[in-house]
């Protein structure tokens, strides 16, 4: 009987380590947008960065971008150099 308390126990401290585990991961979220100009028109190629990090992506043909993982209180920033 004490030797299956003990493995109930283990198994207790494991499930809450992984549910644990769960919630710091689920800290960050997806973030999807689309840039566009004062007329509208899509931006290609911008780049859009979590502002204090190097991780970003570009936009595509359509404006549109995804990151995954950003920060609930990150700020985006925005840049694009066009001719």
């Known amino acids: 009987m004490n ?3 003990m493995n109930l126990m283990k198994g ?3 499930a809450i380590v992984w549910v644990l585990s769960q919630c ?3 800290q960050g979220v997806q973030v999807t947008g689309r ?3 004062a007329a509208g ?4 190629g911008a780049t859009v960065q979590v502002q204090g990090t190097s991780g970003g992506t570009v936009t ?3 404006g549109n971008f995804f990151l995954n993982n950003v920060p609930s209180n990150g ?3 925005i840049s694009y ?3």
Do not use: F, H, N
């Not at 028109?41 to 290609?44: G, R, V």
């Open 41 to 44: 028109e899509p931006l290609i």
């Open 75 to 77: 700020t985006l920033t």
């Open 3 to 5: 030797k299956q308390l």
């Open 60 to 62: 595509d043909i359509d």
């Open 12 to 14: 207790s401290r494991l």
């Open 35 to 37: 840039v566009t100009d």
């Open 81 to 83: 150099v066009g001719m």
């Open 24 to 26: 710091m991961y689920a």
